[in-house]
C-alpha cells in the first residue's frame, strides 16, 4: 500500500506532463491550420474579388473551419482528424473560377491572355527594358521589377503588324507637325502623348502613294472632283479626309496618255472605248465615266497622215501587222482594222517616182544610206517591197538636150551662178544622180546649120529663149 501510495504522485505528474505535451501539440495544430486558412484566402483572393457575395459553399467552409477550435480545446487527440477536413473545405472555393468567363472578352488590341499586343516589329528587339524603362516608355507601376522572360511570355507581336506610314518620309521626318491635336491628322486616343521618338520606333514600313492620274493645272481643289456624289468617289479608308491631307500625301503626278486621236466629231468618249466596244478599258479604267475621261485627259496629240493611198488599199492590216510589209508599233499591238480607220483619216500625197522603172527595179541599189540617194529618217528600215507599196506613179525626167560622154561633170555648167542653174527641187543633186534620172535626148541634139568659124559668139545673132 505504501509503495502504491509513494507511487500515485509520480504517476499522477507524469499523466500531468502528457497533458500538457498533449495541450501544446493542439496548439501547434492550430496554429498550422489557421497558416494554411489565411494562405489559400491570398491565393484565391482574386475569385473572391469578382463575387463580392460569399457563396454557400464558402460560408460552409468557414464554419466547418471554425468546428476544431472547440474541440481541440477538450479534446487534442481530434486535433490532426479536424485539420483535414478543413482543409479540404477551405480548397471548396476553386469552383467559384468560372466566373471569370463573364468579363469581356479581350479588344483586338489584347493577346487572348488579356495582354495588349506588341504595339512594333519584334525582330531585333528582344531586349523590351532597353526601351521600356525610364528613359523611354516607362512600364505601369504593377510591372516594375519584370524580366525580359516575363514580357514575352504574356505580350505577343501584333496580329498584321504595325501600320505602314501612308505617304513617303522624306522631307516629313517630323512627325508631331502633322500628326497630334490641332494639326492635320490628329493622334488616335490611344497614342496621345506620344513623342516623336515612339512613332518612328514602332512605325518602320511605309506605303506606296498612288500618283494623281492627272496635271494639277486647274485643279487644285481635290474636293471638287473626289468625294461622295463627286465625280470620282473616295475609298472607304479616305472617308473624312480633307483638302491639306490629299495635298499632304500625295504630291507625284503621273503622265496622262495624250488622246491619240482628234476630237473632231468624237467627243463621246464610251462609244468607242469599253467592254465589247472598238477599245477596251484597261483594268485600271472600269466603271470610268464620260466626265472622268474628259477631266484627265485633255490633250491631243497629231496623228500621222496615212503615207499612201488608199485606193485599193483599205485593208490595213494586209500589210501592217507582224510578219506582214510594215510591222505595227509596239505601241499598236493587237489593233484591228478598224482602229487604224478611227483614227488615221487622212493620207498624204506620194511623191512619184523620179524616173522610168525600166531596169531600176531594185530601189535600195541606189536608195539607201552610202548610196547615191539615202533615205529619209522617216523611211529608215523600208524594204523593198514597202517602196512598191506606196510610190507607185512614175516621172517622165526631161531628156539631156546634148551628149554626156564628152561632159561628164554636170556641175560644172548646171549649178547655182553657172550656164544653167539647178531648180529648187534638186539642190544637192550630184552628177551621179543626174545620169541615173536624165537620159541623152533621142536622135541627140541638132547639129549647128553653120560654121562657127568667126561666129562663136551665138548671142549676136540667136535671141536667148527661156526655157
Not at 477538450?74 to 466566373?99: C, G
Not at 477631266?295 to 506582214?324: F, M, R, W, Y
Not at 506613179?393 to 538636150?401: F, S, V
Not at 534620172?437 to 535671141?463: F, N
Amino acid at each position: 500500500m505504501n509503495e502504491r501510495n509513494e507511487a500515485s504522485p509520480a504517476r499522477s505528474k507524469e499523466v500531468q506532463t502528457r497533458g500538457y505535451r498533449s495541450r501544446g501539440i493542439a496548439v501547434c495544430g492550430l496554429f498550422g491550420l489557421l497558416l494554411l486558412m489565411v494562405t489559400l484566402a491570398s491565393c484565391t483572393g482574386e475569385t473572391q474579388t469578382q463575387s463580392p457575395a460569399p457563396s454557400s459553399q464558402s460560408k460552409a467552409a468557414t464554419t466547418t473551419s471554425a468546428a476544431p477550435k472547440q474541440s481541440t480545446t477538450t479534446s487534442p487527440s481530434a486535433s490532426p482528424a479536424a485539420s483535414k477536413p478543413a482543409a479540404s473545405q477551405q480548397a471548396s472555393p476553386a469552383p467559384a473560377k468560372p466566373a471569370a468567363s463573364a468579363s469581356p472578352s479581350p479588344s483586338p488590341s489584347q493577346a487572348p491572355g488579356g495582354a495588349p499586343f506588341v504595339p512594333h516589329p519584334t525582330a531585333g528587339r528582344d531586349d523590351c527594358l532597353a526601351c521600356h524603362g525610364p528613359l523611354v516608355v516607362a512600364p505601369p507601376e504593377d510591372h516594375k521589377g519584370r524580366l525580359n522572360q516575363t514580357c514575352l511570355s504574356c505580350h505577343k507581336p501584333a496580329q498584321g503588324g504595325v501600320p505602314k506610314i501612308a505617304h513617303p518620309v522624306e522631307s516629313k521626318e517630323a512627325c508631331t507637325n502633322c500628326h497630334a491635336d490641332k494639326k492635320l491628322a490628329p493622334l488616335p486616343v490611344t497614342h496621345k502623348t506620344r513623342t516623336q521618338q515612339m512613332c518612328l520606333s514602332c512605325h518602320t514600313e511605309t506605303l506606296k502613294v498612288a500618283k494623281i492620274q492627272h496635271t494639277l493645272e486647274g485643279k487644285a481643289n481635290c474636293t471638287q472632283c473626289h468625294g461622295d456624289g463627286k465625280v470620282v468617289a473616295l475609298p472607304v479608308s479616305h472617308n473624312g479626309r480633307t483638302e491639306a491631307q490629299c495635298a499632304a500625301c500625295h504630291t507625284d503626278t503621273a503622265a496622262v496618255p495624250r488622246i491619240a486621236h482628234s476630237l473632231e466629231a468624237k467627243s463621246n468618249c464610251a462609244q468607242c472605248h469599253g467592254e465589247g466596244k472598238v477599245i477596251a478599258l484597261p483594268a485600271s479604267h472600269q466603271d470610268r465615266t464620260e466626265a472622268m475621261c474628259t477631266l484627265c485627259h485633255t490633250e491631243t496629240q497629231p496623228v500621222p497622215k496615212i503615207a499612201h493611198t488608199l485606193d485599193g488599199k483599205s485593208n490595213c492590216t494586209l500589210c501592217h501587222a507582224d510578219g506582214k510589209a510594215a510591222p505595227l508599233p509596239v505601241s499598236h499591238s493587237g489593233r484591228t482594222g478598224q482602229m487604224c480607220a478611227l483614227c488615221h483619216g487622212e493620207t498624204t500625197p506620194v511623191p512619184r517616182i523620179a524616173h522610168t522603172l525600166e531596169g531600176k527595179t531594185a530601189c535600195t541599189q541606189c536608195h539607201a544610206d552610202g548610196k547615191v540617194i539615202a533615205l529619209p529618217v522617216t523611211h529608215k528600215g523600208r524594204t523593198e517591197l514597202m517602196c512598191a507599196l506606196c510610190h507607185t506613179d512614175t516621172t517622165q525626167p526631161p531628156a539631156a538636150p546634148h551628149t554626156t560622154a564628152d561632159r561628164p561633170v554636170c556641175t560644172g555648167c548646171h549649178a547655182a551662178g553657172k550656164l544653167g542653174a539647178l531648180p529648187a527641187s534638186h539642190v544637192r543633186r550630184t552628177d551621179a544622180m543626174c545620169a541615173l534620172c536624165h537620159d541623152p535626148k533621142a536622135g541627140g541634139v541638132p547639129k549647128i546649120p553653120h560654121k562657127l568659124q568667126g561666129r562663136e559668139q551665138c548671142s549676136l545673132c540667136h535671141e536667148a529663149t527661156k526655157q
